[in-house]
């Protein structure tokens, strides 16, 4: 008399040679894709959900941080520009000479225009190269922060680029997109919203 065994899935009554043993189940030949077909789902779905628990987002206050250190290293990078554009305009002030300063005003306008476009690109070309070839800005990488896709890949050139046009979307809605960044749960800005990306602590 041969032995009875039953399939874990299906309940089905069969011989102990008709079942396979997976994960420690027996399991029968009409179960057993779909019983394989769920173990690897699973597996994945517990791989993705672990790297999403590990993984710890850089807060508000770094990000102000990380802010105010770019700014000041930007700022030093266009001193010169700056000083040649508000320089010139104060010379011209101490000289107290109307006729003077009227004179110089368009001259003086053009050179803050010129100054505003040099900072904006200056700014975006920064981030750019920065985040695209090391994954963080100075000012992140001194909070050891990185910036990362959802899925924790690098971001790579273009898309850098287009989260350093975003990111003036966050600073021209009156600063609201970067005060994202501390109510969200992941800690994302706007331009991370736009972007899909995500500041992550090294
Ligand atoms: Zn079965």
Request: proline residues 3%.
């Amino acid at each position: 008399m041969e032995a009875i065994a039953y399939c874990t899935q299906c309940g089905c009554a069969t011989t102990p040679d008709n079942l396979v043993t997976l994960a420690g189940m027996p399991v029968c030949g009409a179960c057993k894709p779909e019983f394989l077909r769920r173990l690897q789902t699973g597996a994945a779905e517990l791989g993705a959900a672990q790297a999403a628990a590990g993984r710890r987002y850089r807060g508000f206050w770094f990000r102000v941080l990380s802010y105010l250190l770019d700014s000041m290293i930007l700022g030093v990078l266009l001193a010169p520009l700056q000083f040649w554009v508000f320089g010139s305009m104060a010379f011209t002030l101490q000289a107290n000479n109307p006729a003077q300063l009227q004179a110089n005003l368009p001259g003086f306008f053009m050179r803050s225009l010129l100054l505003d476009l040099v900072t904006l690109g200056v700014t975006i070309a920064y981030a750019t190269l920065m985040i695209g070839r090391w994954g963080a800005t100075l000012g992140l990488m001194a909070i050891e922060a990185r910036v990362v896709n959802r899925d924790g890949t690098p971001l790579g050139y273009a898309k850098a680029l287009g989260r350093a046009f975003a990111i003036i979307l966050s600073g021209v809605t009156l600063g609201i997109g970067f005060l994202m960044v501390a109510f969200d749960e992941q800690k994302r800005g706007l331009h991370d919203r736009i972007c899909d990306t995500l500041v992550v602590q090294k």
